[in-house]
């Protein structure tokens, strides 16, 4: 393995394959619609990634470490951008938030409450923004 792909991965690997991080994989447009509706339950955090961008694979990667989430306080989504634009495009119209790869999201009642992207994305963040409210 070259040192690129160690510091960067290999772009034809799942990412989150190494992870311990349990993600939901989101694959449908019709997911997304499940996810509004369950986030009146429990909220959503959706992580939209490029497989092919070393800077996304980087804050996958911070995330993913950082993550100390409890299962019954927010339900993790991972969306691949490179397989799945078409619900990323989504997303951004139906939240109202500019398209961002990548990008962290939190829903909670149907509604973003929460967005960052690039270097702005932490998990000690996204945990504040689930405790407040």
């Not at 911070?62 to 989504?90: C, M, T």
Request: with cysteine; proline share 2%; net charge negative.
């Amino acid at each position: 393995m070259s040192l690129f792909s160690k510091l960067f991965g290999d772009s034809d690997n799942n990412d989150t394959s190494n992870s311990g991080l349990q993600w939901n994989e989101l694959t449908s447009l019709e997911q997304l619609d499940e996810i509004i509706q369950e986030s009146s339950e429990v909220p959503a955090i959706i992580f939209k990634h490029s497989t092919r961008c070393g800077i996304s694979r980087m804050s996958l990667k911070g995330f993913e470490s950082e993550y100390a989430i409890d299962a019954d306080k927010a339900k993790p989504y991972y969306l691949d951008l490179l397989n799945h634009r078409d619900i990323s495009n989504e997303i951004a119209t139906a939240f109202h938030v500019e398209h961002q790869s990548p990008q962290v999201l939190i829903i909670k009642d149907g509604v973003v409450v929460y967005h960052a992207s690039h270097s702005d994305i932490d998990a000690r963040i996204v945990k504040g923004k689930l405790t407040v409210g």
